[in-house]
């Protein structure tokens, strides 16, 4: 990422995101801009994680590899699903560009039986989130997949973890949820205006509703940015809907659809997670299936 690719996420006028993502990633990029001008060497932009776990009937994995050649069959890929979901890949986390990439390549070799993907992350962008759930589901037809969420899956994160045929906490304090559509806007008008610098807004003749929802909403009138806001709600609801058919859903709150946020065993209680397993555990399992299948 460099300062201007920095700067765009920051002053885009619409970013949907989980509020988890703003409070941990915003610290980062003032970071990142303080030091951008001295760092001689510019940070890297992270790839995808990915190693291949060769398994075994006793123990469910005997040795790991991070090359695709010469895996045996059967093999397990794991794809690492960490930090603020973006897009494209940055330096603080790989982008669902890229990790869609990788999701199609380890199904496209014949030797892996499952994808295993190993989450943490609060949530992010709706930018490429559906192309990356919707890849998954679709690997899901070929392969074995598993999502072994270990500290949180929330928001996005479990638009993209209900997209497998399975999906696990690997802790009983891992938090699960935050199912919703959200935005958060910054008004600098009155700061700029203290400053000396005015700021004017104009639109093409034929123009004249761009971006209205947005200006709307900043003097007050949010309603046309909320109905923005639930049709892309609705789509991640019923996705996830239709990925979790035994989802226990409140009739009065319509949680968890509501963002409401649980710990591992509540989320199993109502469907939205299959259970808790240990990273081994779940690799065990993973490997019965695919030796089920095959």
């Known amino acids: 990422m460099n300062i201007f690719q920095a700067l765009s996420i920051l002053n885009q006028d619409i970013w949907l995101v989980h509020e988890s993502y ?16 001295t760092e001689k060497t510019p940070r890297k932009i992270l790839e995808p994680e990915c190693y291949y776990i060769v398994g075994d009937h006793a123990t469910g994995f005997t040795a790991a590899s991070k090359t695709a050649s010469n895996v045996p069959k059967n093999s397990i890929a794991v794809i690492e699903v960490k930090g603020p979901i973006t897009k494209d890949s940055t330096c603080f986390s790989v982008g669902t560009r890229e990790l869609t990439q990788a999701t199609y390549a380890a199904a496209e070799n014949p030797n892996v039986g ?3 993907f190993i989450t943490d992350t609060g949530g992010g962008s709706v930018a490429g989130t559906e192309t990356f ?8 037809q070929v392969k074995e997949t598993l999502v072994l969420a270990e500290d949180m899956i929330a928001s996005a994160g479990v638009w993209i973890g209900v997209s497998a045929h399975h999906l696990f906490a690997q802790n009983l304090t891992t938090q699960v949820g935050s199912i919703g559509t959200a935005i958060l806007l910054t008004d600098v008008r009155e700061k700029l205006k203290k400053d000396g610098i005015t700021q004017h807004y104009i639109t093409a003749p034929d123009s004249d509703v761009k971006n ?19 049709a892309i709600n ?11 058919p035994n989802l226990k859903i409140d009739s009065k709150t319509k949680a968890p659809l509501n963002g409401a946020m649980y710990a591992a065993t509540q989320a199993a ?9 240990t990273y081994t555990e779940a690799v065990q399992f993973l490997h019965q299936q695919i030796l089920n299948q095959s």
Not at 133 to 140: G, L, W
């Open 22 to 37: 703003l409070t941990g990633v915003y610290p980062m990029v003032m970071d990142y801009l303080s030091k951008a001008s």
């Open 114 to 116: 499952g994808i295993m």
């Open 133 to 140: 759930a919707r890849a998954i589901n679709e690997v899901s």
């Open 212 to 230: 209205a929802e947005y200006y709307q909403a900043l003097d007050g009138k949010p309603e046309a940015l909320k109905q923005q806001l639930g």
């Open 234 to 244: 609705t789509v991640f609801q019923d996705w996830v809907k239709s990925n979790r």
């Open 269 to 277: 209680d109502i469907g939205l997670i299959d259970g808790v397993k």
